[in-house]
């Protein structure tokens, strides 16, 4: 990349079959799909090496990408207690490749996910899409939905650290404070 970005975003949809992996540049309040693609792993291979293959494949895209920030989306609960278990596992190969690198980790559950995308944490994968082609006019359709699973989460990292609105240079300590700090809002009769 050439073009210098004030922030780039990993994001990442774990899973140890498929893992998705989007990467968001942003300039301002300006958002950029530099990359989305997924890691597809062998199902007869062993866990461990699968694990490693996530593993690896993260720091490739730390190291070739110079994100600033990784963002990841968390596992839900569900009754099958060895998937929950595999899926965290690939979760937290990935986490510690982000951490290795020193990059912040950030986690967001796949319903905050969907409600910052969408404004509706019961949107289905095909509603998220819609909205992410429409946020960054994107018209190529991924081959797996992970892909875009996992840019949803690099947006909601950037939506929930970011503000539209300029916040005060510092938070007022009580009235007396706020008053100092704004003074040139306030109206004489």
């Not at 780039?8 to 300006?30: E, F, H, R, S, W």
């Not at 799909?33 to 062998?42: A, R, T």
């Not at 990935?94 to 796949?110: F, N, T, W």
């Amino acid at each position: 990349m050439s073009v210098k970005h004030s922030k780039i975003i990993l994001g990442i949809d774990p899973g140890t079959i498929v893992m998705g992996y989007g990467i968001l540049a942003i300039n301002g309040q300006q958002l950029e799909l530099v990359h989305m693609n997924v890691l597809k792993l062998n199902a007869k291979k062993d866990q461990h090496i699968r694990l490693e293959l996530i593993h690896r494949k993260v720091v490739e895209l730390i190291a070739e990408y110079k994100p600033t920030t990784f963002a990841i989306e968390a596992p839900f609960f569900g009754k099958n207690v060895q998937s929950m278990l595999k899926l965290g596992r690939a979760q937290g190969v990935a986490i510690a490749a982000a951490i290795q690198a020193g990059l912040e980790v950030c986690e967001y559950s796949p319903k905050k996910v969907k409600q910052s995308i969408t404004g509706n944490g019961n949107a289905d994968k095909h509603q998220v899409w819609q909205m992410l082609q429409r946020i960054l006019t994107i018209t190529e359709v991924p081959e797996y939905i992970d892909a875009s699973d996992a840019l949803a989460v690099a947006i909601c990292h950037h939506y929930q650290t970011s503000s539209v609105i300029p916040a005060l240079q510092s938070k007022a300590k009580g009235w007396d404070d706020f008053i100092r700090q704004n003074s040139h809002r306030i109206k004489q009769p």
